[in-house]
């Protein structure tokens, strides 16, 4: 599937050499875009990342990841342990310099008209304190930018209330930081949002930290399964129900469609000095190819060289502008890289 619709680009497939070569002998016709990498061992979904930190050589997450390093491969996709993941690609791809914390940045269903929000973190780290709110807002937008198409992104700071007396002192921090920051960060910044905020058109790109972000995540995941369930019950429920959603069908599919988790599968690592994009590891060949199609789409903007312009020249502007030591001009944000 990714191959028809990215007819420039190569595969590295890591794992079983012997168990990769039967499945590849019934496609013939990409034999000659794809190399395989053979991995004795694999990372499982119950090794614990320090484990994998020092014990993961071998495996076909670690082969992956050091194929981004040694400059073989463009972008890393891996359908694995989350965990594992991030602590491999952060020892072995280090984080961009500016960085403190790596983000996981994931798409949100919205009403905006590309049909999602993008929100981060997504659970790399559960801490975040005002600096990395920051990053986060400027990681983000850049993402926005050359992932999703967004000529200048609107980024807002979840919080428990639109108020400005609302929230703890951290937030009110990193909110005057994003908001010093908006004219260098090429983004516009609309303050605080709340959790219904999450699929709304208000906001592009929604800055929280990673326990926030991932209980946010995995509540919606749980509550559109409860909605699917239900309406599947619904319409099951007597000969009647079951005429009116033949009548619905097309209707159905439309919502179906919108709503599929698939399309929007793939978290990306934002922070680190290559791009690595985590798949659901219950993905099936839809889920992993829509993780593919946005890992083609970074590495062709060249997303991590624009993303580390960005972070350096952002990040000293926007510290000395909450301190109060330096002045921007307005249009402090043209000509600077995506």
């Given at each position: 599937?990714?191959?028809?619709?990215?007819?420039?680009?190569?595969?590295?497939?890591?794992?079983?050499?012997?168990?990769?070569?039967?499945?590849m002998?019934?496609?013939?016709?990409?034999?000659?875009r794809?190399t395989?990498?053979?991995?004795p061992r694999?990372?499982?979904?119950?090794?614990?990342?320090?484990?994998?930190?020092?014990?993961?050589?071998?495996?076909?997450?670690?082969?992956?990841?050091?194929?981004?390093?040694?400059?073989?491969?463009?972008?890393?996709?891996?359908?694995?342990?989350?965990?594992?993941?991030?602590?491999?690609?952060?020892?072995?791809?280090?984080?961009?310099?500016?960085?403190?914390?790596?983000?996981?940045?994931?798409?949100?269903?919205?009403?905006?008209?590309?049909?999602?929000?993008?929100?981060?973190?997504?659970?790399?780290?559960?801490?975040?304190?005002?600096?990395?709110?920051?990053?986060?807002?400027?990681?983000?937008?850049?993402?926005?930018?050359?992932?999703?198409?967004?000529?200048?992104?609107?980024?807002?700071?979840?919080?428990?209330?639109?108020?400005?007396?609302?929230?703890?002192?951290?937030?009110?921090?990193?909110?005057?930081?994003?908001?010093?920051?908006a004219?260098?960060?090429?983004?516009?910044?609309?303050?605080?949002?709340?959790?219904?905020?999450?699929?709304?058109?208000?906001?592009?790109?929604?800055?929280?930290?990673?326990?926030?972000?991932?209980?946010?995540?995995?509540?919606?995941?749980?509550?559109?399964?409860?909605?699917?369930?239900?309406?599947?019950?619904?319409?099951?429920?007597?000969?009647?129900s079951?005429?009116?959603?033949?009548?619905?069908?097309?209707?159905?599919?439309?919502?179906?469609?919108?709503?599929?988790?698939?399309?929007s599968?793939?978290?990306?690592?934002?922070?680190?000095?290559?791009?690595?994009?985590?798949?659901?590891?219950?993905?099936?060949?839809?889920?992993?190819?829509?993780?593919?199609?946005?890992?083609?789409?970074?590495?062709?903007?060249?997303?991590?060289e624009?993303?580390?312009?960005?972070?350096?020249?952002?990040?000293?502007?926007?510290?000395?502008?909450?301190?109060?030591?330096?002045?921007?001009?307005?249009?402090?944000?043209?000509?600077?890289?995506?």
């Amino acid at each position: 599937m990714s191959a028809k619709a990215m007819p420039d680009a190569d595969f590295l497939l890591h794992g079983d050499e012997a168990e990769l070569t039967k499945l590849m002998a019934r496609h013939a016709d990409l034999a000659t875009r794809v190399t395989i990498r053979h991995a004795p061992r694999v990372v499982t979904m119950q090794d614990k990342p320090s484990q994998v930190m020092r014990h993961g050589a071998g495996t076909s997450m670690w082969g992956c990841i050091d194929c981004v390093r040694d400059g073989e491969a463009t972008v890393a996709v891996s359908c694995g342990n989350t965990g594992a993941l991030m602590a491999v690609a952060m020892i072995r791809l280090r984080k961009l310099a500016g960085v403190n914390r790596p983000a996981i940045a994931c798409l949100w269903p919205s009403r905006n008209p590309g049909g999602y929000n993008l929100m981060l973190d997504a659970g790399a780290d559960i801490k975040a304190d005002a600096e990395d709110l920051l990053q986060y807002a400027i990681m983000g937008a850049s993402y926005a930018r050359n992932g999703m198409g967004m000529s200048r992104p609107r980024v807002g700071l979840l919080n428990v209330g639109t108020e400005e007396h609302k929230g703890s002192a951290e937030l009110k921090a990193a909110s005057d930081r994003i908001a010093a920051s908006a004219a260098m960060g090429d983004y516009d910044y609309v303050g605080y949002v709340e959790g219904v905020d999450l699929p709304s058109n208000r906001v592009d790109v929604i800055v929280t930290d990673g326990f926030t972000g991932n209980v946010a995540l995995k509540t919606a995941e749980g509550t559109a399964r409860l909605i699917a369930d239900f309406l599947r019950e619904a319409f099951n429920a007597t000969i009647l129900s079951k005429f009116a959603a033949l009548l619905a069908m097309r209707a159905l599919n439309r919502l179906r469609q919108r709503m599929d988790p698939r399309r929007s599968n793939g978290g990306v690592f934002l922070g680190l000095n290559g791009i690595v994009v985590k798949s659901h590891g219950s993905s099936d060949a839809t889920g992993v190819a829509a993780a593919l199609d946005m890992a083609y789409k970074l590495a062709r903007s060249g997303f991590r060289e624009r993303l580390a312009a960005r972070v350096a020249s952002t990040l000293t502007s926007g510290q000395s502008a909450a301190a109060g030591a330096a002045h921007m001009p307005q249009d402090a944000g043209a000509g600077q890289p995506q």
